[in-house]
């Protein structure tokens, strides 16, 4: 049986990349990352707005391609264009990074 003390509290990996939207481009952190969508902080205003295509390139995640749903300051998130390439990126980081 483990006690509260003999538990090692998971590493976190922290998620960089760069988002791109209408050619402005933004280094950015992701907030979440759930199955078919992204939260990211931005460094820079890039003026997306909701519907907006956009493209993240993460060196744990490669490239990833979808659509602004929503935009609030520095925050916005993304809903991803699904495929099983993107399918198979997300199943490794869980795997293998959480």
């Known amino acids: ?8 509290p998971s590493a976190r990996i922290a998620l960089t990349g ?3 939207c209408r050619g402005q481009t933004s ?3 992701v907030v979440d990352l759930g199955s078919n969508s992204i939260t990211l ?5 890039i003026k997306a707005t909701e519907g907006q ?8 995640l490669g490239r990833l391609n ?3 749903q929503w935009a609030r300051g520095d925050r916005i ?4 264009s699904l495929s099983s390439n993107t399918a198979a990126k ?6 293998y990074f959480r």
Request: avoid cysteine; charge should be neutral.
């Open 18 to 20: 760069k988002v791109t």
């Open 1 to 8: 049986m483990q006690t509260a003390t003999s538990i090692q």
């Open 27 to 29: 280094s950015a952190a």
């Open 41 to 45: 902080r931005l460094s820079y205003d």
């Open 77 to 80: 998130q993304v809903g991803l």
């Open 90 to 95: 997300f199943a490794s980081y869980h795997k």
């Open 53 to 60: 295509a956009v493209s993240i390139d993460s060196t744990e």
């Open 66 to 68: 979808g659509m602004v």
